[in-house]
Antibody
Framework: EVKLEESGGGLVQPGGSMKLSCVASGFTFSNYWMNWVRQSPEKGLEWVAE??????????HYAESVKGRFTISRDDSKSSVYLQMNNLRAEDTGIYYC???????????WGQGTLVTVSA | DIVLTQSPATLSVTPGDSVSLSCRAS??????LHWYQQKSHESPRLLIK???QSISGIPSRFSGSGSGTDFTLSINSVETEDFGMYFC?????????FGGGTKLEIK
């Protein structure tokens, strides 16, 4: 059974930093592109970042809204993916889901999500 | 960015009804369109990939159609477990974007 378990969310002040983690199980982690997708009442579902495979030199892609502030990384030995978020803004508030791609196009599996609240 | 517009925003139905949910893209996306269901306090779940391809474990009453800019998710004989939010997502162009969702509620 595929499982994705996020951790690291919470309350942070504007301008602050936070690191999210996601541990995967039930599949060969190193073979799949991994993503973070967030959801808020204001913006709905929004793709945030993607990291590809070792064979792709761990290429990364980011939404324009987070480029330069967020960094996605992975540790295949720990079946884990991370999202380092710096210079956080109120509009970054939302539930952050760790997701696994299927066929490079759709989001086949989702974690339960972790809530990030950016507020003074 | 490609904008996906879902309609209606809310659909009130009685169990046993058959329904169609619409997703319209701001430009042609071929068949690179996927559907998700999200129940209250749960994560989204993939229902349909590439506009019409079924997903293992998803009931056969769910089906998808369309290509280009107009897509439809159909539910044949809605069951009580089907109530919730439905989202479409495109993978034709970066960034991959989602629609705003349709809420399927009990009448």
């Amino acid at each position: 059974e595929v499982k994705l378990e996020e951790s690291g969310g919470g309350l942070v002040q504007p301008g602050g930093s936070m690191k999210l983690s996601c541990v995967a199980s039930g599949f060969t982690f190193s073979n799949y592109w991994m993503n973070w997708v967030r959801q808020s009442p204001e913006k709905g579902l929004e793709w945030v970042a993607e990291i590809r495979l070792k064979s792709n030199n761990y290429a990364t892609h980011y939404a324009e809204s987070v480029k330069g502030r967020f960094t996605i990384s992975r540790d295949d030995s720990k079946s884990s993916v991370y999202l380092q978020m710096n210079n956080l803004r109120a509009e970054d508030t939302g539930i952050y889901y760790c997701t696994r791609r299927g066929g490079y196009s759709w989001f086949a599996y989702w974690g339960q999500g972790t809530l990030v609240t950016v507020s003074a | 960015d490609i904008v996906l517009t879902q309609s209606p925003a809310t659909l009130s139905v009685t169990p046993g009804d058959s329904v169609s949910l619409s997703c319209r893209a701001s430009q042609s996306i071929s068949n690179n369109l996927h559907w998700y269901q999200q129940k209250s306090h749960e994560s989204p779940r993939l229902l349909i990939k590439y506009a019409s391809q079924s997903i293992s474990g998803i009931p056969s009453r769910f089906s998808g159609s369309g290509s280009g800019t107009d897509f439809t998710l159909s539910i044949n004989s809605v069951e009580t477990e089907d109530f919730g939010m439905y989202f479409c997502q495109q993978s034709n162009s970066w960034p991959h974007t989602f629609g705003g969702g349709t809420k399927l509620e009990i009448k």
